[in-house]
């Protein structure tokens, strides 16, 4: 399993909001570490690092948090919280992984080409969700789920369950509509 280590300094469990302010004042992120068998471990990494992990389609990076100059804490970012007006990361939940054991991840869902239904039938696209909860191995997390929809006809609705997810094992209900393909409407009469 191919880590990229993360530092990380422990920090005082139960500290204010004005410490994490400061805290957030000097570039680090106050986080947690946690998972199956072991206590929650609040912890503070760099911004700067995170950044550099969090790259666009990275969202579950496989890391070895580095918990005060001690490795072996293998984790993915399981959730992180953003300011509103700022869109910086105000706080990062790590969960503590193991290989052979799946984790529930949260994967987008993107559409690929132009459906027949809509270039020669004049239907219209909408996408409905964006967004599955899976169950995985977190060396096959997928970055992101792409449906090529170019061979769909107008009237076409499609389901979660009708996915290829791989290995993955759908959370989300199985007749999750991802995307439907409207039929055109006939040519209006007047009265």
Not at 44 to 60: E, T
Not at 106 to 130: D, H, W
Not at 166 to 177: E, I, Y
Request: net charge positive; proline share 6%.
């Amino acid at each position: 399993m191919e880590l990229t280590t993360l530092k990380a300094t422990s920090r005082v469990l139960g500290a204010g909001s004005r410490e994490m302010q400061r805290l957030r004042k000097t570039g680090m992120i106050p986080a947690v570490y946690y998972g199956k068998g072991i206590e929650p471990v609040s912890v503070a990494v760099s911004a700067d690092d995170v950044r550099k992990v969090l790259v666009p389609g990275k969202r579950y990076a496989l890391l070895d948090l580095e918990i005060d100059g001690k490795a072996g804490n293998p984790v993915v970012i399981y959730d992180y919280q953003k300011d509103a007006i700022s869109q910086k990361i105000t706080h990062i939940d790590f969960l503590k992984i193991e290989e052979n054991s799946p984790v529930k991840v949260v994967v987008p869902v993107t559409l690929s080409g132009i459906p027949v239904g809509v270039k020669a039938e004049g239907g219209m696209l909408s996408q409905i969700t964006r967004k599955l909860k899976l169950s995985v191995l977190p060396t096959k997390i997928p970055s992101v789920l792409t449906i090529d929809v170019s061979a769909c006809h107008a009237g076409t609705t499609f389901y979660a369950e009708n996915m290829d997810l791989g290995d993955a094992v759908l959370v989300s209900k199985p007749r999750t509509v991802i995307f439907t393909i409207s039929k055109a409407r006939g040519p209006k009469e007047d009265s």
